[in-house]
């Protein structure tokens, strides 16, 4: 009997798994972490990428805003902003005109508790604002891009001299690897801008993992600038958040450098997709059946799915806090089957968070995703089309006995690991 250790929430499941059914084990590539945290920022921006120093660039009087991340985002921001600022008042800056926008997106205001627990004393030396993608009041409208997407931006970061921003290089859905322009083309944008990039159509053309040719990216570019960035800082983390890569200067060819680091971490070659794939999800991300069933997303929407057609994607999370975002439990509930979720939201659109619901209908068109050792009901999951079976060891189980003679795929870290197919396709 083989055993792996699979990520469920704060805790680790033991899966087992009988020695002769073929399973193969999808970890990122191991890279060391900086060995001096401040030391690797300070030299990143003291030797920023395709871009002179800030310190030579800026000039007294000026606002500076720097677009920083919200609480849904861990990196050592705590570190990165001392050390900017520090660069800042070297060339001029005044502390008074320097305001710390959190990119909130559309999700809810952070906490001044939140903000201190994030980034530490700098919250007590600059100003903080929280961004409010729904308060028309502190928005600036900038015209459309050339596919008629509404501009629309955070009144201070538009209204700034230099624009800077923090984030941290990982797979996205949407962008192929967050980071670089995004915290400022959708993090401090309007909420119509967020719908307009967020949707059916959108969804249709990108992959995680993917930023060539990518009709998201491509949008992230054109509105940043229109509005202009002028710096960023953006780190590369292990699954457990440290730190093995900082890059800054110039928004597009760090951004670029940073890609290249974290392909190397993340993305994972395999023999070949499996009728069953475990997808590990551990805390916060376990918290809510929005955020952990992400753990579907490098299942089905890599460069190529790694379930077979008909599979089925076992995802062990507690959900203690529930289902999350309403909205997309909403569409599902009123669809009359997988198929009518994607018809509802190609002809209906939806708000944001709500596309959620077409992401899992279109994983669910490929194969079935079963929540594990979750304290949501089992009819709550079954209305959102979600089978359910008490452990992770009872799913695997069960699946195995009615295939016997499928291979199985294990993802520890389901939110980060992007397993790409080494030359065949399902």
């Known amino acids: 009997m083989k055993r792996y250790p699979i990520p469920c929430g704060k805790k680790t499941i033991e899966l087992e798994i009988p020695d002769h059914v073929p399973a193969e084990w999808v970890e990122s590539h191991p890279m060391k972490p900086v060995p001096d945290l401040e030391k690797a920022v300070e030299e990143a921006i003291h030797h920023p990428i395709g871009t002179g120093r800030l310190s030579s660039k800026v000039k007294p009087g000026q606002k ?26 070297a060339g001029g800056i005044q502390r008074d005109n320097i305001t710390a926008v959190v990119a909130t997106g559309t999700h809810r205001p952070n906490t001044a508790e939140e903000l201190r627990e994030k980034f530490g004393k700098v919250v007590e030396e600059i100003a903080f604002v929280n961004h409010n993608a729904y308060d028309g009041k502190a928005l600036t409208h900038m015209g459309k891009t050339t ?22 290089i990982e797979t996205h859905l949407f962008a192929g690897y967050s980071g670089g322009v995004k915290s400022i083309a ?89 009728e069953i794939v475990v997808s590990g999800v551990s805390y916060p991300k376990s918290l809510d059946l929005y955020q ?9 929407f890599g460069p190529q ?97 009615k295939n016997p003679k499928a291979r199985v795929v294990l993802i520890p870290d389901g939110l980060l690991t992007l397993p790409i197919i080494k030359s065949h396709g399902a």
């Open 305 to 401: 799915p790694v379930v077979t057609k008909g599979g089925v994607i076992l995802i062990p999370a507690p959900c203690e806090d529930g289902c999350g975002h309403p909205g997309y439990c909403d569409i599902m509930k009123k669809a009359q089957d997988v198929d009518d979720i994607i018809a509802i939201s190609r002809e209906e659109g939806f708000a944001p968070g709500e596309q959620k619901a077409l992401i899992l209908a279109r994983i669910l068109q490929r194969a079935r995703m079963v929540m594990t050792d979750c304290l949501l009901p089992e009819q709550t999951l079954k209305d959102l089309y979600l089978e359910s079976a008490p452990t992770l060891q009872e799913a695997l189980d069960r699946e195995l006995k």
């Open 292 to 300: 952990a069933t992400r753990a579907g997303n490098v299942v089905v």
């Open 64 to 89: 500076v805003a720097l677009i920083v991340t919200d609480i849904t985002r861990k990196l050592p921001e705590e570190t990165i902003l001392p050390l900017l600022i520090k660069e800042l008042l």
């Open 186 to 274: 959708v993090g401090v944008a309007g909420e119509e801008t967020i719908a307009a990039t967020h949707n059916y159509q959108m969804l249709q053309q990108t992959r995680l993992g993917v930023i060539e040719g990518n009709e998201f990216r491509r949008f992230l570019t054109e509105a940043t600038q229109a509005l202009g960035l002028h710096f960023i800082v953006n780190v590369v983390q292990t699954g457990k958040k440290e730190v093995v890569k900082v890059v800054a200067g110039d928004p597009v060819e760090a951004f670029n450098e940073g890609v290249q680091v974290a392909r190397q971490l993340y993305e994972v070659e395999i023999g070949g997709p499996g």
């Open 147 to 168: 596919n008629g997407i509404p501009l629309v931006f955070n009144q201070k970061v538009v209204e700034a001299d230099v624009r800077i921003s923090t984030g941290v």
